[in-house]
């Protein structure tokens, strides 16, 4: 039982390193982590049956249940950054809120806060969000005043 949950765990929790998940509760997980660990061991045991008269088998079940698991998530994490599957396949961002910021760009930003006051701000290579499961924050580097109509006027000094 062990060498069916083993990998999919490992692939579960060296994926959290990289895409954006909620993993409070491991609970809800084990038989995703049972599936991972099935498809692992299946490829680790084709492989073998392919290969076994050229590498020892223990080779085998440390790279295809443990090595393989650990290193599958920044594979998919490098597909979802190419533009191809980024755009057809495999987004990697659960909201437009990430979607925007995982960027990186620079952007004027006028926040519009609950009691309605709106702040003008720059967001840039300084700046921050939080990103998915984490609720929406955000880190401006420079913060502005606006006029009445939403125009940027003037730099608040030492508005870090």
Same mark, same amino acid.
């Given at each position: ?7 999919? @765990?490992?692939? =579960? ?5 990289? %895409? +954006?998940?909620?993993?409070?509760? @491991? ?17 680790? #045991?084709?492989?073998?049956?392919? &290969? !076994?008269?050229? =590498? ?10 443990? %090595? ?9 994490? $490098? ?16 909201? +437009?809120?990430? $979607? %925007? ?5 620079? $952007? ?9 006051? !709106? %702040? ?5 290579? !300084?700046? @921050?969000?939080?990103?998915?499961? #984490?609720?929406?924050?955000?880190? &401006? ?7 009445? !109509? ?11």
């Amino acid at each position: 039982m062990l060498l069916l949950f083993l990998p999919g @765990f490992i692939f =579960i929790k060296s994926s959290t390193l990289f %895409i +954006a998940s909620d993993n409070s509760d @491991f609970s809800k997980k084990w038989y995703d982590a049972v599936a991972y660990g099935i498809i692992f061991s299946g490829l680790t #045991y084709i492989s073998y049956m392919l &290969l !076994n008269a050229y =590498i020892h088998i223990y080779a085998f079940l440390i790279v295809g249940m443990v %090595i393989l698991p650990f290193i599958s998530p920044f594979l998919l994490q $490098y597909l979802r950054s190419k533009s191809f599957f980024h755009k057809h396949i495999l987004r990697p961002e659960v909201s +437009a809120w990430d $979607y %925007i910021f995982s960027s990186r760009k620079s $952007y004027w930003i006028i926040l519009h806060l609950k009691d309605g006051r !709106n %702040i003008g701000g720059v967001y840039s290579s !300084n700046s @921050f969000t939080s990103s998915f499961p #984490y609720k929406q924050d955000i880190y &401006l580097e420079e913060v502005w005043k606006l006029d009445e !109509n939403k125009n940027f006027v003037d730099r608040i000094k030492r508005s870090a």
